[in-house]
């Protein structure tokens, strides 16, 4: 198993610029979670999914979109970058047990 | 969902058990306790998790005072591997999903020396 993968690993935007996160899992897992990471603090929840076509906002939602079409696929959209979205944003899924697993992140840089 | 406390950093030499200690001193009766550590900024990655017994597997021992109110992760014989950030958090239970719905707070630096 390929575990969650998150694709790019680094992507660098223009300030109002829109882009998409994608995060893939072959774990069958129906809960996926998305997370940012400021520098020097924890992770903060945006969005998460406990399955396909349910999705539900988290702690910070604003300026993300997601949806769940497949039970494998949870990406994230930025609809128009800025600059306070520079962060690491972290892809996790879980099969309802109390154990996340967690992507490899993909840092992102909005001039 | 309870605050937690934890140290900034600690250190700890290699091959001795690393104590990292959480204190949540306001948890409810069916708020969970969870472990997670960082690695040089990569992905999180799940410890171990406990409600009120301690607890223990193949990475950690978790220890939950009596009161709930404090805890203290236990590492047995930390290696140089050991060192990361590691995250106490506590929440509560609303069924499946709460283990996914977790908020991570600033956690304790470990540094494991040689």
């Known amino acids: 198993n390929a575990g969650v993968t998150q694709t790019p690993k680094f992507q660098v935007l223009k300030t109002g610029q829109s882009m998409t996160l994608q995060c893939a899992q072959d774990m069958n897992h129906e809960y996926m979670s998305w997370y940012r990471q400021d520098p020097g603090m924890g992770l903060r929840l945006i969005h998460y999914?406990?399955?396909?076509?349910?999705?539900d906002q988290g702690e910070v939602p604003n300026g993300y979109n997601v949806s769940r079409s497949t039970t494998e696929d949870f990406p994230l959209r930025l609809l128009s970058a800025a600059p306070s979205q520079t962060s690491v944003y972290f892809c996790?899924?879980?099969?309802?047990?109390?154990?996340?697993?967690f992507g490899p992140g993909t840092r992102l840089t909005v001039l | 969902d309870a605050k937690t406390t934890q140290p900034p950093s600690m250190d700890c030499a290699e091959g001795r058990a690393a104590n990292l200690p959480c204190n949540h001193s306001?948890?409810?009766?069916?708020?969970?306790v969870y472990w997670y550590r960082q690695i040089h900024s990569q992905g999180p990655q799940y410890i171990i998790h406990?409600?009120?017994n301690n607890e223990t597997n193949e990475m950690a021992s978790l220890i939950i005072t009596e009161d709930r109110k404090s805890s203290t992760l236990i590492l047995p014989h930390a290696t140089l591997r050991d060192t990361a950030v590691y995250y106490c958090i506590v929440r509560v239970y609303e069924g499946e999903t709460s283990g996914s719905r977790l908020t991570f707070g600033e956690g304790t630096q470990l540094t494991v020396n040689p």
């Open positions: 406990g409600l009120k």
């Open positions: 999914s406990v399955g396909a076509g349910i999705t």
């Open positions: 306001t948890i409810s009766g069916n708020e969970y």
């Open positions: 996790a899924s879980s099969r309802g047990t109390f154990e996340q697993f």
